[in-house]
């Protein structure tokens, strides 16, 4: 078993807060879920093995309840006895008897970004998260699974009409090395568009919140124009909250210092992608990045003006999971607490190296949208990087039920693959 450091001493935390190991020895530990009973279930999400997993915390340890799931399982969630399995494509649920089964299938989830962990409405309806096929719209050469979906792309949630921009990319055909292909946004890579051109909207869209009854049945699109919705809760007033990564300086169609954003999902809303970034657009200049053409709109027309983000996160920050404060004792009530993953650079960040973002917990302060650091290594940079016991790649923060806050770690990362049994997690008490 691969050792990791763990020492809590590495980790700042404010005044009257405690920070201890609860749980190590974990494979990529993506979620951690309370189930009404109160009993702790965690998923890992199978990248390592193939093999996606929901283990429950026993007076023994954690045991297997349930495995077999499509990499990556990216959340779990207990509702009316049953566990619902967010995982590649598909949500599917382990009965009380153990047995599983497929409810939602066919989810356009074979890209870049996945469909997420499911939430209860309080209409009794789940909700979901499905991430974009792409970074920014476009199908191009940093899309590893292109060879084998050539005809995969990202969908829009409603009509939309292109203004026929198209981007070039060479190299991706190793039969053909020198050869330049020209693909348009919306459409499957090689595929050239033109002005007023139009793509209709589907319900199972790409970077959208979608919804259905508990039985899976009755999938209707909620609101589109998200990145990758990777998280969802429903706060104390019943308005649902989505984390949402923002684009990366890579692929046919890069932006630079796109925001992680905290959004307030209505529906029927558009958030902005491809075109819009923490509610600005990419022609700003902010959003060029270093010796690249200016991004340029893709679409003709916009559904919408979208809205700014509660609170907009640095780049690459990764936003992961968190949850709302309802202790007073604990910390501001309705506050949000979020697990920042840390930027995967210099691969999304065009070889810049961005050391001093995420590798922490953050308050979302709700009344004011400010973001303060809550958890963070001494360095502030991961424990990785300087041999040091705190946090690695912080990826969920749920209150558990005696009122304390545990953080879900996935662990160490080695030549860009996860490290089984490195993951940690962590748990923060109030302690005056």
Do not use: C
């Not at 890992?44 to 799931?69: A, C, H, Y």
């Amino acid at each position: 078993m691969p050792e990791r450091k763990l020492d809590p001493s590495d980790i700042l935390l404010p005044p009257g807060y405690d920070i201890e190991v609860f749980a190590d020895g974990l494979t990529t530990p993506i979620n951690i879920t309370f189930t009404s009973k109160g009993e702790m279930l965690v998923a890992d999400s199978g990248i390592t093995d193939g093999n996606g997993k929901v283990l429950k915390l026993t007076e023994q340890g954690f045991i297997v309840i349930g495995d077999g799931f499509n990499p990556p399982l990216t959340g779990i969630t207990e509702y009316q006895g049953n566990i619902y399995v967010a995982h590649r494509g598909y949500v599917t649920i382990i009965q009380p008897d153990g047995t599983k089964m497929d409810i939602i299938d066919g989810l356009p989830s074979i890209g870049d970004h996945h469909n997420n962990r499911v939430v209860f409405g309080p209409d009794g309806k789940m909700y979901f998260g499905q991430g974009t096929a792409t970074n920014s719209g476009v199908v191009g050469k940093d899309n590893g699974w292109v060879k084998e979906h050539p005809f995969f792309h990202d969908y829009p949630g409603s009509r939309v009409t292109l203004n026929g921009s198209n981007f070039q990319t060479s190299g991706l055909l190793e039969a053909f090395p020198d050869r330049v292909v020209t693909t348009g946004a919306f459409v499957p890579f090689g595929v050239e568009t033109y002005p007023g051109e139009t793509v209709d909207g589907i319900i199972r869209a790409s970077g959208s919140i979608l919804r259905a009854n508990p039985d899976g049945s009755e999938l209707e699109l909620v609101a589109w124009g998200l990145r990758n919705p990777f998280r969802l809760r429903f706060d104390r007033f019943n308005r649902l909250f989505a984390s949402n990564h923002g684009m990366d300086v890579r692929g046919s169609r890069p932006v630079a210092n796109s925001p992680d954003e905290f959004q307030w999902i209505r529906p029927g809303f558009w958030y902005g992608f491809p075109d819009f970034t923490g509610g600005l657009p990419v022609t700003m200049p902010q959003f060029r990045p270093e010796g690249k053409p200016q991004p340029a709109f893709v679409l003709a027309e916009h559904p919408m003006q979208p809205p700014m983000p509660v609170a907009s996160f640095p780049s690459h920050s990764a936003t992961m999971g968190f949850d709302f404060n309802e202790n007073p004792e604990f910390g501001p009530v309705g506050d949000v607490f979020i697990a920042e993953f840390g930027a995967e650079d210099p691969e999304t960040t065009g070889g810049i190296p961005l050391p001093y973002v995420g590798h922490r917990v953050s308050r979302i302060d709700m009344q004011t949208g400010q973001i303060h650091v809550f958890a963070i290594n001494r360095t502030g940079l991961a424990a990785s990087d300087t041999n040091g016991g705190g946090l690695e790649r912080p990826i969920d923060a749920v209150f558990g039920v005696d009122g304390a806050l545990y953080v879900s770690d996935f662990g160490l990362f080695k030549e860009e693959s996860a490290v089984p049994g490195t993951g940690v997690i962590w748990k923060i008490t109030k302690t005056s």
